[in-house]
């Protein structure tokens, strides 16, 4: 306690009442203002910090897309909207980033189900649920199968048993997005 006291005392020496204030107030201000933009200040720290924020070459532009783009799916009314599945991957991405692991679940399945519309393996039919899904993509292409039906189990945990999302929870999709994307681009019936 003594320390504390004069640690005060010495502050009280240096700077007046009236200047005290104003720097609490401006500290208070950058904190409000750091607090209200959190998550975009937050990512663009870590691009920074992980080498995310080089100029990237002509492959990656072509997987980018904007935050109108990005926004307008993640507001769609629509159960699966016709885009590229790397623009939900990269909705998924956006969600993990800020720390809303079920939304990036969600969306990471929707990338799934949409390259295999894309590639013709299964036709989509609203209202499906995730077993008819991943039954269906098995049934058309066996090696399918398997990464839908562990992504399905992910995603009924977390949006039906109200399983807390977590990191790990996205990684295992990110895991079996990869595993059905190699099976796709491998073109193996």
Same mark, same amino acid.
């Given at each position: 306690m003594r320390v504390w006291n004069e640690l005060v005392a010495v502050w009280d020496d240096v700077f007046s009442l009236a *200047?005290?204030?104003?720097?609490l107030l401006v500290l208070a201000l950058i904190i409000a203002i750091l607090w209200f933009m959190?998550?975009?200040?937050?990512?663009? *720290? /870590? /691009?920074?910090?992980l080498g995310r924020g080089r100029k990237r070459t002509k492959e990656h532009e072509a997987l980018e897309? =904007?935050?109108?783009? *990005?926004?307008?799916?993640a507001d769609s009314d629509e159960e699966l909207p016709a885009v590229d599945p790397a623009l939900f991957a990269s *909705?998924?991405?956006r969600f993990a980033a800020q720390g809303q692991f079920a939304e990036a679940v969600r969306e990471r399945l929707r990338s799934m189900v949409r390259a295999l519309v894309t590639s013709g393996v299964i036709t989509h039919h609203p209202g499906w649920t995730v077993t008819e899904l991943a039954?269906? #993509?098995?049934? =058309? /292409? #066996? #090696?399918t199968g398997p990464p839908v039906a562990? #992504? =399905?189990v992910i995603f009924s945990e977390i949006w039906y048993a109200k399983v807390p999302a977590l990191s790990e929870h996205d990684a295992r999709m990110r895991g079996y997005a990869d595993q059905l994307t190699a099976e796709l681009a491998g073109g193996r019936k």
């Open positions: *200047l005290t204030e104003v720097i959190w998550p975009s200040w937050w990512n663009a *720290l /870590r /691009r920074i910090r897309f =904007s935050d109108e783009e *990005l926004d307008a799916v *909705l998924a991405d039954r269906e #993509a098995g049934t =058309s /292409r #066996a #090696a562990e #992504a =399905s």
